[in-house]
């Protein structure tokens, strides 16, 4: 099958939408699919990497990294049309999701989307928050998302708000997959020490790890502030943060302002080829995110072999399982009990590190693929049932029209 994904966001940056497609894509192309990737250059011009159709954009300011194409249509775009995709998958709701609507409308194909971000929990890089409220942005999906033929949602969280938007076109669920094979690497005692002496920390550390972006509606600054309540239970305790992002420096403020520099770590941005070391060396990946749509950094964790212990959010339900491979916790008190609960019994941490691998299996990639695959077929197959229909009566009605007129 020939499948087109359009995105505005794409290598070299780094986030979950980025690691999904690349995901997505590299285990179509193994299962024998010609896949190609329509996203936007950092530049004002048009590249052409491999699979990957770069079209120049520019820069809007309304969102970091956030870009926008000009003109609607160009080369690129053109050589698309005359490649002719089967589907097309959209991964954003931006610039490429415009383009996605109007090269299906061209070539009579499926238009399936990926909603990843529930931009209510992100209104405030909008202007502030001022002008797109929460009901105006639930308009603008459900416009947006009823003019699809599927939509795929990573959880039911997902799903459920989507419904509660209106969202009339189909959504399937299918969890986000990872490349395991990333975050199973082996990862000596000797290369946990070197990596510990780097940033300063000891053997004796018992070492809590946020990994992922450093942004506000991450709600990193609950982990802040719920340390120095689990410092008093466990004083060897330290924090890593793990990650780069525009919250940075509140963060490290508030570090100051609660007198703990010493016991948190921050690392900045690492090489996404070295992040599995970061979980692997952590005793707990913590996490206090409502935000999430996908939850990609709890699937890495689980995958080396890493407990979780964060707040309850739906999005992990079916993912961290209460005292299996981790714990969900709703308060500072809970917070503190099951971090020093598996810090203090290394049985505990043993058998939730088990499961946590077990676990982790059921969220590959090629598990996504797959699902994903099977979308695709059923949604291209009942296109083409109805409008097969459809172009037979026009093709009857224009014979009607020139009988009429012949008499």
């Not at 913590?286 to 689980?302: D, I, K, M």
Request: charged share 25%; glycine share 6%.
């Amino acid at each position: 099958m020939k499948v087109l994904i359009t995105t505005d966001t794409y290598s070299p940056m780094v986030n979950g939408v980025v690691t999904s497609v690349k995901n997505l894509y590299k285990e179509l192309k193994a299962e024998g699919h010609d896949v190609r990737i329509l996203t936007l250059s950092h530049s004002k011009y048009d590249v052409v990497k491999d699979d990957v159709y770069y079209v120049k954009s520019i820069p809007v300011g309304i969102y970091p990294d956030a870009r926008c194409k000009l003109p609607l249509f160009n080369k690129l775009i053109h050589a698309i049309l005359e490649w002719r995709p089967d589907i097309i998958h959209s991964q954003t709701e931006f610039s490429m999701m415009l383009v996605s609507k109007q090269l299906a409308h061209k070539l009579k194909i499926p238009l399936i989307h990926t909603y990843h971000t529930l931009y209510e929990n992100y209104l405030g890089y909008f202007l502030g928050g001022r002008v797109v409220t929460v009901n105006l942005s639930a308009r603008i999906t459900r416009r947006m998302l009823n003019r699809v033929e599927g939509v795929i949602a990573a959880t039911d969280k997902t799903r459920s708000k989507l419904l509660s938007y209106g969202i009339q076109t189909p959504i399937f669920e299918v969890p986000t997959g990872i490349e395991l094979h990333k975050f199973q690497q082996s990862f000596s005692d000797d290369q946990k020490r070197q990596l510990k002496q780097k940033l300063g920390l000891t053997d004796q550390d018992r070492i809590i790890a946020y990994v992922g972006r450093i942004a506000l509606e991450k709600n990193i600054g609950e982990i802040v502030a719920f340390l120095p309540r689990l410092l008093g239970a466990m004083p060897d305790v330290k924090l890593l943060i793990v990650g780069g992002g525009p919250y940075l420096d509140t963060l490290k403020e508030q570090v100051g302002q609660l007198g703990i520099t010493d016991r948190v770590v921050f690392t900045g941005m690492v090489r996404p080829d070295e992040v599995h070391q970061y979980y692997k060396m952590a005793d707990l990946f913590v996490n206090a995110s409502t935000s999430e749509t996908q939850g990609l950094t709890y699937v890495e964790a689980l995958a080396c072999g890493c407990p979780v212990v964060c707040r309850y959010d739906p999005c992990i339900d079916g993912v961290i399982e209460q005292g299996i491979n981790g714990f969900a916790y709703i308060n500072r008190e809970e917070f503190t009990a099951f971090c020093s609960g598996i810090l203090a019994d290394a049985g505990l941490r043993g058998q939730l590190s088990r499961n946590a691998l077990y676990k982790a299996e059921l969220f590959s990639s090629r598990v996504f693929a797959k699902k994903v695959m099977e979308r695709y077929v059923s949604l291209v197959m009942a296109y083409r049932e109805r409008e097969i229909p459809a172009a037979a009566k026009a093709v009857f009605t224009r014979r009607l029209l020139f009988k009429r007129q012949k008499l």
